[in-house]
């Protein structure tokens, strides 16, 4: 396990956009959507935002979007590659997932690819279903036939 590691919500918007551009070009293999990356860097600005820290330096994010008046999603979430696999993705969940309960909301959902497409989205189907989340269903023509969409949810009830 990684020493070191502070989470902490950011509410500077010039520092998120610096940490989310710094974190999602590291991750090309999942970010590879130039117009995307930006979308995200751009709207994540305007919503709550959990980072990560190892001494100074970001190495994770997520950012919470509120869909409805009883649920919030994970709008985009990343852990630099160096840093995945050692625990930090989920101490940032965890943050987002009491700021949620802070905020009242009951549940909270997230989007990814469908397992079975791709290795990568495989392990984030994983990390998603180890933190508690259900799968509700999937939507193949939300994105492309290539990337179908799987919606988890859980509850926070």
């Not at 293999?29 to 990560?52: D, L, R, T, V």
């Not at 999603?73 to 625990?87: N, P, S, T, Y």
């Amino acid at each position: 396990m990684i020493k070191n590691i502070k989470i902490k919500e950011v509410e500077n918007c010039n520092e998120k956009k610096e940490i989310s551009r710094d974190v999602l070009c590291d991750l090309p293999e999942w970010f590879e959507n130039e117009k995307a990356i930006k979308n995200y860097i751009e709207k994540s600005c305007k919503m709550p935002f959990i980072c990560g820290f190892i001494g100074d330096k970001p190495v994770a994010f997520i950012v919470l979007n509120k869909t409805s008046d009883e649920t919030c999603e994970i709008f985009v979430m990343g852990v630099k590659k160096d840093f995945q696999r050692l625990g930090i993705g989920k101490l940032v969940y965890e943050k987002f997932e009491q700021l949620a309960r802070n905020l009242e909301f009951s549940y909270v959902q997230v989007k990814t690819v469908a397992s079975g497409y791709y290795k990568e989205y495989d392990l984030t189907n994983k990390f998603y279903q180890a933190m508690g989340f259900a799968k509700l269903e999937i939507l193949k023509d939300l994105w492309d036939e290539q990337n179908p969409c799987q919606i988890y949810i859980k509850c926070l009830c």
